[in-house]
């Protein structure tokens, strides 16, 4: 017996998610492979363009959300509901609202780093960025260490994500992955 087809995210909400996936994952392997070079125009340029990136998932982080807002996404299918235990429930929604936190979180803190630190974001080298706090370096010392924290639990949730995805495609077989897949169904 086939399994009723789950409904289907649309298809912008599909692109904003793949979209945001890639710009998150090469942004934190961007952060972690330039803090490990030493000072050189290399460097700068790297730095530069992990703030490029980070601005630019700040604003698809944000369309996304009004997207969602507008248009709310289809609910799990029944009987996923019905199969799954409360804890698996209350780790699917935790997880999904701790993503969408740090999506917003780690990109405004390390603004808020980069302007206390006295650099300011030029949105690919035209636009340039107010800066989110006054120059300050005591408070650039203070706020450093939380980019790198926050994104480090960005990515702890990413892989919960698709740890829980691999768990519902290989084990369960229920066709969730099929509901954010781009393409028709």
């Known amino acids: 017996m086939t399994q009723p087809a789950a ?18 994952i090469g942004t934190f392997c961007l952060g972690v492979y330039m803090t490990s070079l030493p000072m050189s125009p290399a460097r700068l340029k790297y730095y530069n363009w992990h703030k490029w990136a980070g601005v630019t998932i700040l604003a698809l982080s944000a369309l996304r959300l009004l997207w969602r807002l507008w248009r709310r996404p289809p609910p799990l299918p029944e009987q996923v509901l019905r199969s799954m235990p409360g804890w698996q429930r209350i780790a699917h929604h935790a997880t999904h609202h701790g993503m969408y936190l740090l999506f917003f979180a780690v990109p405004l803190v390390g603004w808020a780093y980069s302007s206390a630190a006295g650099f300011p974001i030029v949105w690919f080298g035209v636009l340039q960025l107010p800066d989110f706090v006054s120059p300050d370096r ?45 393409g028709r169904a």
């Open 138 to 182: 005591a408070l650039a010392q203070a706020i450093k260490p939380w980019h790198g924290a926050l994104a480090y639990a960005l990515a702890t949730l990413v892989v919960l994500h698709v740890a829980a995805v691999i768990k519902h495609q290989l084990i369960d077989r229920d066709g969730l992955l099929a509901r954010m897949l781009p």
């Open 7 to 24: 409904a289907r995210y649309s298809g912008p909400a599909i692109a904003l998610h793949w979209l945001l996936a890639l710009a998150i």
